[in-house]
């Protein structure tokens, strides 16, 4: 086999030449000599291929920690260092517990040849790479949002739900969804609760900067105000978006938990006391 | 280390020896991503099919090559890839030659400064213009300069349809570019 090019073969089986070949010959010699000038410019766009050799065996690394279920808590998926945008994975994880950071791709809605690197992580899939929301939106009560005590709320809920010590009493409480949201309020501050184990729950949109990761709480800091919109348990369509502020995702245990409205070392202090 | 050696290696999990299969054809899977319409994602297409090979090296025949079996899986994902951008991707970008973003604004890119000399432009463009079919059997067998078995594997169809397809696109070319350019 050979691994030469030598165009058409310019001979059938019969050992006929005929002169529609020998032409042929001519082409392919071009041909091959336009690849080579491609090559040479494809070869500076390329990686290192020491990096790609890195950047590949740490996937596996991780794909293999994930399989003995002793993955870390973070630090999943980090870019490779040449690049910022995350890599590509049309896998979607198997998603038991904790983190889960699957990066697919995607399309913008308006279906412009961008690549959206989706971020799933605690009930809450993030899709960077679009232009980010427009500024429109009000907040739109949750499907059957209600209001109710603490108490009820707690009764309600399929999970715990955590109340942060650093806010005291939430101002206000709601449930939402058959009790799969429960919302803290404070004023200025909302504490979206919800089972964030399996399915998706909340989809926001963002436009770069990446979310930074936030070890301290083992989560995610969305930095920029986003487009979020629910997606129900009954499946479907996500629901109409809104607007959000900052935005610090994490998880307890099997609930995920997003922090809307605090900067960053306030999240991160509040989070830290949520029992 | 051969590369038989090497999978080997990998299918016992040593991980510098797969790290070293990878560093050996990153350039060609690249390239084969490029020019099979990856475009700006080649990267990242490539480090998928890196990981879907390892994932699948079990199922690699040891007594064929590692390259074409590999330059499949590179061909498959930038199927996937073309397919979820949701449409028929331009040519240009099909073979991997749209703009870049170094250098500045307006520069000539550096693919179109190495063939604008000598005509190889408009050969180039009638390439860009073919047929998917032909196009793909074209870009393997001239410019990643595989055979005929090669790209017959990398593109997952029988020898006899290698052969026809770039029988045509070699025709279609042929019709495009007049001979003077290509004496």
Known sequence: ?275 | MDDDEAIARSLAGDLDAYEALVARYSAVAHRTARLLGAGDEAEDVVQEAFVKAFRHLAAFRRESAFKPWLLRIVANETHNLTRARGRRADLGARLGLEREPYGPEGQEEPEEIAVAADGRARLLDAVRRLPDREREAVVCRYFLQLSEAETAEVLGVRLGTVKSRTFRGLRRLREEVSDELLA
Request: hydrophobic share 40%; net charge positive.
């Open chain 1, 1 to 275: 086999m050979s691994s030469s090019p030598d165009g058409h073969d310019g001979h059938d089986r019969h050992g006929r030449s005929d002169r529609r070949d020998d032409r042929f010959e001519d082409l392919a010699g071009e041909l091959v000599a336009l690849g080579e000038s491609l090559n040479e410019s494809l070869r500076d766009q390329a990686p290192p291929p020491s990096a790609v050799a890195r950047a590949v065996r740490a996937r596996i690394e991780r794909e293999r920690a994930e399989a003995d279920g002793r993955a870390p808590a973070s630090g999943r998926r980090r870019p490779p260092f040449w690049r910022r945008r995350l890599t590509i994975s049309r896998r979607r994880l198997a998603v038991a517990l904790a983190v889960v950071l699957a990066v697919l791709l995607g399309a913008t809605p308006q279906g412009r040849a961008a690549v959206t690197s989706v971020l799933r992580f605690a009930g809450v899939e993030i899709h960077v790479g679009g232009p980010g929301p427009l500024p429109t939106g009000l907040p739109s009560p949750l499907p059957g949002e209600r209001r109710v005590t603490l108490g009820e709320a707690r009764e309600a809920a399929r999970f715990p739900v955590a109340v942060p010590s650093a806010l005291g009493e939430p101002r206000d409480v709601r449930i939402a969804d058959g009790a799969r949201v429960v919302t803290l309020l404070w004023p200025g501050i909302r504490l979206d609760e919800y089972d964030g184990t399996l399915t998706v729950v909340f989809h926001k949109e963002l436009g770069p900067p990446w979310p930074d990761e936030v070890p301290e709480v083992g989560g995610w800091w969305i930095r920029q105000p986003h487009a979020l919109s629910y997606v129900p348990a009954s499946g479907g369509e996500a629901r109409d978006e809104r607007v959000a502020g900052p935005t610090l995702i994490w998880q307890r245990g099997m609930v995920g938990l997003r922090l809307e409205g605090p900067d960053l070392p306030e999240a991160l202090r509040i989070a830290r006391s949520a029992h």
